[in-house]
């Protein structure tokens, strides 16, 4: 029985040296690590931006949840993937965000063929859909805007925990911000207050009567990757957040 199982894998190792691809097994795990080491390496050389890592990492992490636990890549077969469409709507996912994903694990197995961790009949075969495109998002409507500020004066006043009330503080005056400059989620995220170049008020009648605020953003934060500066009504908040 040894003799057969040495033989079978002394076969499989001669078999894997042929296909050009790495005769030392790789589980899955490591497979993904090593390919998000690839990607955060890409950040450093500033080819690709942190969020975009992100969203890299959380869709090809999903494969852990598709696969058994300890999948040995050499198990992987390219039909198996004809089952992925049907297991993330299974999880509610919608079939736009599905087709992203499934050419971002495309992009995953690609690297790994050229790293030779696979060979060409492991590369994911994925079940013919239709052309989807995305949901359009609704607009914000003003009174939608008035219900959530209101809401959260509400949260702040009723709240009797201290740190959980600044929380709610802090967040009130994020989402404030971004209503009053367009600035979008991840940007604001990143904003540091040295980007807040100037805060001023015009003479006119019709001007804003707390002044409006200048907040430069640069290229590598914005997701166009082109730097623009904001004019922001939102110089309360500014201050509000400061003396927090």
Known sequence: DALDKAEALYIEVQTTVKE???????????????YLDYQQNRVTKRLIKSDRFGTIKSRILILLRF????????????????????????????????????????????????????SPHQL??????????????????????????????????DEINPRRKKD???????????????????EMRRLKWRFVRNTYKFKSEDAHPDGVAEIYLPADMTKTGVDRTVIATAVPYLKRLRDL
């Open 20 to 34: 050009g691809r790495k005769a030392t097994k790789i589980s899955l795990t490591a497979m993904i690590d090593r």
């Open 67 to 118: 696969f058994p636990k300890n999948k040995s890549v050499s198990a992987i077969k390219g039909a198996d993937f004809m089952e992925y469409t049907e297991f993330r709507q299974g999880e509610g996912v919608q079939l736009y965000t599905i087709v992203q994903e499934r050419a971002e694990l495309k992009s995953f197995f690609k690297w790994a063929l050229h790293q030779t961790y696979i």
């Open 168 to 186: 709610i503080e802090v967040f009130r005056d994020f989402f404030l911000i971004m209503g009053n400059s367009g600035i979008r989620f991840a």
């Open 124 to 157: 994911p075969m994925f079940e013919e859909i239709r052309n989807v495109r995305a949901n359009k998002r609704t607009d914000f409507l003003s009174r939608e805007y008035v219900e959530c500020y209101q809401a959260l004066r509400r949260m702040i006043r």
